[in-house]
């Protein structure tokens, strides 16, 4: 079956780094994306990574991708104040996109 | 290009009653799908409409249904609400296939609340 694991909460410093950490189970995943949700509002896709590639970098944004493991990551470089939301990770196979429960990320000035 | 739109943006109904919720696509995308997003929860797959016909379909009971019209829009109708109904409603367009590298567009989402 499909699932998507995520922490719930993280909480940085401005300027820091953020590292936002997911596992998934569906091996036949094809994209596996991050979507970031604010308050009373929809999903905003930020970035994907193909099944086949490691690491995508997006100007603050670097997604890696461990597939024997399962394991996605999504690191914000110099966070701000304005990427406090919610993250989920979501994977594309046999199901059009199973999401996580979404990481919280408290960015504190 | 214009983006994924829903209405209502809130809505309230009683227990028992009936609702519809509507969609309509980014341009270009001919593919629908439908989450439900429960408070403090990741959104949950619906179902997906493609070409006007149901094209997949998450761990929904039958009174969930929906529709997909020929300019790719669509409807998500909820029958015999349930408190537990209660919840922010997503639509996403979509290229057809198992993902693609413009993802899937979302909606703002329609807020049902059940009383």
């Known amino acids: 079956g499909e699932d998507v694991e995520q922490s719930l909460f993280l909480s940085v410093r401005e300027g820091d780094s953020s590292v936002i950490n997911c596992t998934y189970t569906?091996?036949?995943?094809?994209?596996l994306y991050w979507y970031k949700q604010e308050p009373g509002a929809g999903l905003q896709l930020l970035t994907y990574?193909?099944?086949?590639?490691d690491m995508k970098q997006d100007q603050r944004l670097t997604v890696l991708l461990n597939k024997k493991d399962k394991h996605l990551s999504l690191r914000i470089a110099d966070t701000q104040t304005g990427d406090s939301a919610i993250y989920f990770c979501?994977?594309?196979?046999?199901?059009?996109?199973?999401f996580g429960k979404g990481t919280r990320l408290s960015v504190i000035a | 290009e214009t983006g994924v739109t829903q209405s209502p943006t809130h809505l309230i109904k009683t227990r028992g009653q009936q609702v519809t919720l509507r969609c309509s696509s980014q341009?270009?995308?001919?593919?629908v799908s439908w989450y439900q997003q429960a408070l403090g929860q990741g959104p949950q797959f619906i179902f997906q409409?493609?070409?006007?016909?149901?094209?997949g379909r998450g761990n929904f009971p039958p009174r969930f249904s929906g529709l997909q019209f020929p300019n790719y829009s669509s409807e998500l109708n909820v029958n015999a609400l349930e408190l537990d109904d209660s919840a922010l409603y997503l639509c996403?367009?979509?290229?057809?296939?198992?993902?693609?590298?413009?993802?899937?567009?979302f909606g703002s989402g329609t807020r049902l609340t059940v009383v």
């Open positions: 341009s270009g995308h001919n593919t």
């Open positions: 990574i193909f099944s086949n590639m």
């Open positions: 409409y493609y070409r006007e016909e149901e094209n």
């Open positions: 979501a994977e594309v196979g046999n199901t059009p996109l199973v």
């Open positions: 569906d091996s036949s995943s094809t994209y």
């Open positions: 996403a367009s979509s290229l057809p296939g198992q993902g693609s590298s413009y993802g899937y567009t």
